[in-house]
T-cell receptor, first 119, second 115 residues
Framework: NAGVMQNPRHLVRRRGQEARLRCSPM?????VYWYRQLPEEGLKFMVY????????ESGMPKERFSAEFPKEGPSILRIQQVVRGDSAAYFC?????????????????FGPGTRLTVL | AQTVTQSQPEMSVQEAETVTLSCTYD???????LFWYKQPPSRQMILVIR??????QNATENRFSVNFQKAAKSFSLKISDSQLGDAAMYFC????????????FGKGTKLSVIP
């Protein structure tokens, strides 16, 4: 049973280019979260998506960043016109179904992350 | 907004010994979840243990256990019989029962295991 997959694992971009990060959730999971980890920091929430819907993007910068989770295919985190401050590790997590009552269905399982370096 | 504080940037433990990692959090909610995640050098985030706030009993997973003090808003992780493979960054995380259920993480504690 494959876990959460992210690609690429490492991505190098020059300032002003676009970065596309992909996340394939665990089989059967329809909820995806994106987090960013700056050096020496914990992970910070960016966006929460369900299939074809953005549920909560309160943690995502208003400009240059966008995310989608289409009906078919992986979730994509897109960063336009990257700057050096975007250099970080970006993690995707998926869950089966978050519920107010909790339980194993709401546990978030993380992918290995994509390390973005902006030159 | 909730905050999670890990006051020990680094800790070390001798192999086979016991170590406790501290975590405190701030919230006005009464119902929530707490987690410890491990991040080894591979950077993969691995769930170690979870605790439901409404449960008084402390969670345990093999050599890993927590001391959950709800009134003090404290959630420490105890690792018994430490092994070399336990060396990693450990992150404490909070999850609300409301909203979109995103995790709020502390800054982490780097654990070294001395052979």
């Amino acid at each position: 049973n494959a876990g959460v997959m992210q690609n690429p694992r490492h991505l190098v971009r020059r300032r002003g280019q676009e970065a596309r990060l992909r996340c394939s959730p665990m089989k059967g999971h329809s909820h995806v979260y994106w987090y960013r980890q700056l050096p020496e920091e914990g992970l910070k929430f960016m966006v929460y998506l369900q299939k074809e819907n953005i549920i909560d993007e309160s943690g995502m910068p208003k400009e240059r960043f966008s995310a989608e989770f289409p009906k078919e295919g992986p979730s994509i985190l897109r960063i336009q016109q990257v700057v050096r401050g975007d250099s970080a590790a970006y993690f995707c997590a998926s869950s089966l179904r978050p519920t107010a009552s909790g339980g194993a269905t709401d546990t978030q399982y993380f992918g290995p992350g994509t390390r973005l370096t902006v030159l | 907004a909730q905050t999670v504080t890990q006051s020990q940037p680094e800790m070390s433990v001798q192999e086979a010994e016991t170590v406790t990692l501290s975590c405190t959090y701030d919230t006005s909610e009464s119902d929530y979840y707490l987690f410890w995640y491990k991040q080894p050098p591979s950077r993969q985030m691995i769930l170690v243990i979870r605790q439901e706030a409404y449960k008084q009993q402390n969670a345990t997973e093999n050599r890993f256990s927590v001391n959950f003090q709800k009134a003090a808003k404290s959630f420490s992780l105890k690792i018994s019989d430490s092994q070399l493979g336990d060396a990693a960054m450990y992150f404490c995380a909070y999850r609300s029962q409301a909203g979109s259920y995103q995790l709020t993480f502390g800054k982490g504690t780097k654990l070294s295991v001395i052979p």
